[in-house]
Nanobody
Framework: VQLQASGGGLVQAGGSLRLSCAIS????????MGWFRQAPGKEREFVAG????????YFADSVKGRFAISRDNAKSTIYLQMSSLKPEDTAVYYC??????????????WGQGTLVTVSS
């Protein structure tokens, strides 16, 4: 399983970005997907997740109402749409494939990370 994350960049507070995570080497839908982030000096934290069994999405309280998940089955890609970005959203964002949960331990495959920097 390979995950390729992209879409990070520099954005002003209040702006938007869309992160992409393309999965290959496995049937899209074989694994639930998660997004995590790690800010400098902090632990990796759960941001959002998608579960195939009921097509449900889940979000950390810190991003609820601002972030959304979508997917393109034809491209085997899942997206994290981020809006109303805040400086505290600055982090390296990782996509992951595995069994849905808010714990990184249940995800066995990880993308390389993409840096999101939100300026004030």
């Amino acid at each position: 399983v390979q995950l390729q994350a992209s879409g990070g960049g520099l954005v002003q507070a209040g702006g938007s970005l869309r992160l992409s995570c393309a999965i290959s080497g496995v049937t899209f839908g074989a694994y639930d997907m998660g997004w995590f982030r790690q800010a400098p000096g902090k632990e990796r934290e759960f941001v959002a997740g998608f579960r195939w069994s009921d097509l449900s999405t889940y979000f950390a309280d810190s991003v609820k109402g601002r972030f959304a998940i979508s997917r393109d089955n034809a491209k085997s890609t899942i997206y994290l749409q981020m809006s109303s970005l805040k400086p505290e959203d600055t982090a390296v964002y990782y996509c992951a494939a595995g069994a849905y949960s808010d714990s990184a331990s249940t995800y066995g495959a990880w993308g390389q990370g993409t840096l999101v920097t939100v300026s004030s």
